[in-house]
């Protein structure tokens, strides 16, 4: 009950955002776009560098999920392998950042990625910020569907009739 009053306050900030995020990629694509790269090169900072300091911490998700098959997993197979998998996790969403500066295909590749990875992670409940990880999920698909994919600093946003 502590780790759940403790992911409250960034529960209610990460849900905030994410539908700040949702509303943006509706209308501003390259915005939100921009926000998801910058959001991944964060976080592929901060996992890659709180697993090599820090990696017991990612032990405290497996009390957050609710699904017992994640929380096996995090007790088991993972505990022994936390700083590869963390850092492979890490260096993936890193490459989901710089693709998402890029264009065309390789923007699409990003986008499943970041899709995939928001899914995967929505099984951790509160830890993942669930709903947020799935609101997430669906900006990336608006922007997928809306954006004209060329470079991030040159993108036009594709008008988008309703």
Not at 109 to 130: E, M, Q, R, T, Y
Request: proline share 3%.
């Amino acid at each position: 009950m502590d780790l759940l009053r403790e992911y409250f306050i960034p529960w209610i900030f990460s849900n905030t955002i994410a539908v700040i995020v949702l509303i943006l990629s509706l209308k501003k694509t390259t915005i939100s776009r921009l926000l998801f790269a910058i959001l991944f090169m964060w976080a592929c900072w901060l996992n890659y560098t709180t697993a090599h300091n820090n990696p017991s911490n990612y032990l405290n998700y497996a009390a957050l999920t609710p699904f017992s098959l994640y929380a096996n997993f995090i007790n088991g197979w993972f505990k022994s392998h936390i700083i590869t998998m963390v850092s492979l996790i890490a260096i993936g969403q890193g490459i989901i950042a710089i693709g998402l500066f890029l264009k065309g295909r390789i923007v699409k590749i990003a986008c499943f990625g970041a899709i995939v990875f928001f899914l995967a992670i929505a099984p951790l409940g509160i830890g993942s910020g669930f709903p947020s990880s799935l609101i997430a999920a669906l900006a990336i698909y608006f922007i997928l569907k809306n954006n004209d994919l060329n470079f991030l600093w040159i993108s036009k946003t594709k008008k988008v009739t309703r």
